[in-house]
Nanobody, 117 residues
């Protein structure tokens, strides 16, 4: 069983930065495409960013140029660096792991990010 544990959320002022971390256990981390998703109140969960097993990245248009995603396979951890945060970035952020075959998919419990003055 794969476990994903997110950390790093919190309250930040507009224009500020946060770094989210997601630590994975119970699997061969390097075999998984890792992603960050978010869900704001009353809205559907949406893709924020993904990073493949080969470290290719993909971002939602709304975060391009402000967020970066990276992975450390030695630490079984994926990161989301969020800069120039806006109030509309407020959401619960979820870590996702999908096996490169597409056969397995796991979610973390989520971490709250609130951008407010």
């Amino acid at each position: 069983q794969v476990q994903l544990v997110e950390s790093g959320g919190g309250l930040v002022q507009p224009g500020g930065s946060l770094r989210l971390s997601c630590a994975a256990s119970g699997t061969i981390f390097s075999s998984y495409v890792m992603g960050w998703y978010r869900q704001a109140p009353g809205k559907q969960r949406e893709l924020v960013a993904t990073i493949t097993t080969g470290s290719s990245t993909n971002f939602a248009d709304s975060v391009k140029g402000r967020f970066t995603i990276s992975r450390d396979n030695a630490k079984n951890t994926v990161y989301l660096q969020m800069n120039s945060l806006k109030p509309e970035d407020t959401a619960v952020y979820y870590c996702n792991a999908e096996h490169y075959s597409g056969a397995l998919n796991y979610w973390g419990q989520g971490t709250q990010v609130t951008v407010s003055s």
